[in-house]
């Protein structure tokens, strides 16, 4: 099998963790093959340099549940006392057990709240199971793994070895005739995960065994590793961190684990294995074969020049509008929200739940557009909306009102067949000096006679404030239009045009602004904006709390002294008012 240029080593050897069983329509294929192959790697010649300026700084720790592991094994394995962990991750800020990189003040006390959490709900179950006349099950410390035998010849994928691997906290019983798996969740307990994830997980459980993680690109023994003595029984759980909910996600035996692998999991993993094509987007952060991809775009100095000292990188990263929004707001919600992933589970305000279902409505509507698009729809009835949808009345009839206003701005009227109509489209862009993958998702992409037309639709309580610049009051407009310069958007970019179509439900209150993204002063304008905000986060390092009206609605206030504070001391807001009304993808 072929690779693309830019890629050296070995691709006999095919690794896969049980995620990569999940369908992402969004992954890139050519990413998989090559991700799922850890001897190959890019070519160190082909590799970005980027000179450091300064010395390396402290950074944080950036994998979520690093701490609460590191926290795990001393309780399941050291046989510490709870009370004796959780002082020892106060005092140490979770520097312990090999971890080298302290924790942001939130991430300890968020690690402090889940072990606890994991700790009640392990003890539950464990009572529960023996109440049920089922055997303990004991932690086992290294992980799992189930690999095949080095062949002489590669097979039809090219490859000559497997592995598979899974993670999560594993134990099993004196006998080993049953194995439980416990797989944490940032938010609630999942109540199921995909079918071939399931499959995956299950096969790693019952035919893995223990062994020592390899240093990085170090080859495998040629051995198999597969248990002689699969357990009878396979149980796999998933543990919420945020609320200490627990599901069970399987309980299978044997037979089962065998037939769901060969039906579910194997597929997924071939598909991993032996994709091809391109599609960039997320996936281009970690891929090995960024610097050849021929269908990446390229935006070199997207806002201009750094301005003063290049930032220090220690791995490539993406950047996008809402990364943008939520660190200029404050730098710890960023950290823990859009990099480490933790959720309090605070329900969103009403706007923003308004605001999705009108986004949800308009994007299955622009999926199959009428030759003149929402025009011809009838007036907006509760028949509409989404089935299941969590909006109270008044907030229902607010959102038709909304889909009413609408028909009158609907982009779609009159377009002609041959036209391309692409809702939430992913557009992607690669910053080569800094190594940064720059991500943005338009509410609608269209071309409409050569030109391409980049929807954004906001909903709103409040008219639009005049004294506040677009490009200022909403990023990913600025982005646009720097997007559109460099022409990463499609051919003949720079003849396009950026619209905001700002819903209210008071009739005739809806406003659409285009913008040129062609105009010297727009680019100079959104270049000054996206430099505001872009180099301060590619600075920065600690992540400090920057307190204001955006704690009302913050996905981390529990665990945020200085924003809990904050809150308790400043008078409510209207729930209408508290965020973004149509809140813009993750």
Excluded at 168 to 184: E, K, V
Aim: aromatic letters at 6%; one cysteine or more; glycine letters at 8%.
């Amino acid at each position: 099998m072929g690779y693309l240029p830019g890629i050296t080593g070995e691709s006999w050897l095919v690794k896969v963790s049980t995620t990569h069983a999940r369908s992402d329509p969004r992954a890139c294929p050519s990413h998989l093959r090559t991700a799922v192959r850890p001897l190959l790697g890019a070519d160190p010649v082909e590799a970005p340099f980027f000179p450091l300026t300064g010395e390396r700084p402290q950074l944080l720790e950036d994998f979520g549940a690093g701490p609460l592991f590191a926290a795990l094994d001393l309780w399941e394995h050291a046989r510490w006392q709870p009370g004796r962990v959780v002082e020892e991750l106060r005092q140490t800020t979770g520097v312990f057990r090999g971890r080298s990189a302290p924790a942001h003040p939130s991430l300890v006390t968020w690690t402090i709240q889940a072990f606890e959490r994991y700790v009640a709900a392990r003890t539950r179950e464990q009572r529960a199971a023996q109440s049920a006349g089922l055997p303990p099950t004991v932690p086992v410390r290294l992980d799992w793994t189930a690999r095949t035998a080095l062949q002489e010849h590669p097979d039809g994928r090219g490859a000559r070895q497997y592995e598979h691997k899974t993670w999560g906290r594993q134990y099993a019983s004196a006998d080993g005739a049953m194995r439980d798996l416990w797989i944490p969740s940032f938010g609630r307990a999942k109540p199921d995960r995909p079918a071939a994830e399931n499959a995956a997980i299950a096969y790693v459980v019952a035919q893995g065994l223990p062994t020592r993680r390899r240093a990085r690109g170090a080859r495998p023994p040629q051995t198999s590793l597969m248990n002689p003595t699969p357990p009878g029984r396979v149980r796999v759980f998933d543990f919420g961190c945020a609320d200490g909910s627990v599901t069970s996600l399987l309980d299978w035996g044997p037979d089962t684990v065998r037939e769901r692998f060969q039906r579910d999991a194997a597929p997924a993993f071939v598909a991993a294995a032996t994709g091809t094509g391109v599609s960039p987007g997320a996936s281009c952060v970690d891929c090995k074969i960024i610097r050849h991809c021929a269908e990446l775009p390229r935006a070199p100095l997207l806002w201009g020049p750094f301005r003063g000292a290049a930032p220090f990188r220690a791995r490539r990263r993406s950047i996008s509008a809402w990364d943008l929004r939520v660190h200029g707001d404050c730098p710890a919600q960023y950290h823990l929200v859009r990099q480490l992933h933790l959720n309090d589970l605070t329900p969103e305000n009403a706007g923003a739940r308004r605001g999705r279902v009108v986004d949800a409505v308009l994007n299955a509507r622009h999926e199959r557009p009428l030759p003149g698009g929402c025009r011809e729809l009838p007036r907006a009835h509760e028949g509409m909306l989404p089935s299941g949808h969590s909006l109270e009345e008044p907030l229902a009839l607010s959102a038709l009102r909304m889909l009413d206003e609408h028909r009158a701005l609907c982009p779609l009227d009159g377009l002609t067949q041959d036209e391309k109509v692409l809702p939430q489209h992913q557009v992607t862009a690669y910053i080569p000096e800094l190594d940064v993958v720059v991500l943005a998702v338009p509410d609608l992409l269209h071309t409409r006679r050569g030109r391409w037309i980049w929807r954004e639709t906001k909903t709103a309580a409040a008219p639009l404030w005049e004294g506040r610049p677009l490009l200022r009051a909403f990023p990913q407009l600025a982005l646009a239009v720097l997007l559109f310069d460099k022409e990463a958007v499609g051919e003949g970019a720079r003849r396009g045009r950026i619209e905001l179509e700002h819903l209210r439900e008071g009739a005739g209150e809806s406003r659409l602004e285009a913008i040129d993204p062609s105009r010297p002063a727009t680019v100079a304008e959104a270049r000054e904006v996206i430099a505001d905000l872009a180099e301060p986060l590619l600075r920065e390092t600690s992540y400090e709390p920057s307190t204001g009206r955006h704690c009302r609605t913050c996905q981390v206030r529990t665990w945020c002294a200085p924003g809990t504070a904050y809150i308790s001391g400043s008078p409510p807001a209207s729930d209408l008012d508290a965020g973004p009304g149509s809140v813009e993808p993750a």
